[in-house]
Nanobody, 126 residues
């Protein structure tokens, strides 16, 4: 059983930066999965944020965060880190990391991920 835990959420002002981390239970190797971040704002569906695709080593981003967010793997910590810059009020949401084995064409599909963390709240004030 894979358990994921997110840390790093908080309250910031527009334009600020924030770093989120996703760690897995001991014994779990992230390289066995595709690891993604999704977010959910109140009253809205889960939105794809970013994914690290191990098969190619590439990272893919949602349109709304492209150019502002960076996802990278900290191999020796077995952690996936989401660096969020130039935050906007629209970025306010609960951010979840997720692990699964989707194929390339389904990386952005929330239904393809079967391990989820509890989420961490990010609030951006204007």
């Amino acid at each position: 059983q894979v358990q994921l835990a997110e840390t790093g959420g908080g309250l910031v002002q527009a334009g600020d930066s924030l770093t989120l981390s996703c760690s897995a239970t001991k014994g779990t190797t992230f390289s066995d999965y595709q690891v993604a971040w999704f977010r959910q704002a109140p009253g809205k569906e889960q939105e794809f944020v970013a994914v690290f695709y191990y098969d190619s080593g590439r990272t893919y981003y949602g349109d709304s965060v492209q150019g502002r967010f960076t996802l990278f793997r900290e191999k020796f910590k077995n952690t996936m880190t989401l660096q969020m810059n130039s935050l906007k009020p629209d970025d306010t949401a609960v951010y979840h990391c997720a692990a699964g084995r989707p194929i390339l064409s389904a990386l952005r599909n929330v239904k393809m991920y079967y391990y989820w963390g509890q989420g961490t709240q990010v609030t951006v004030s204007s």
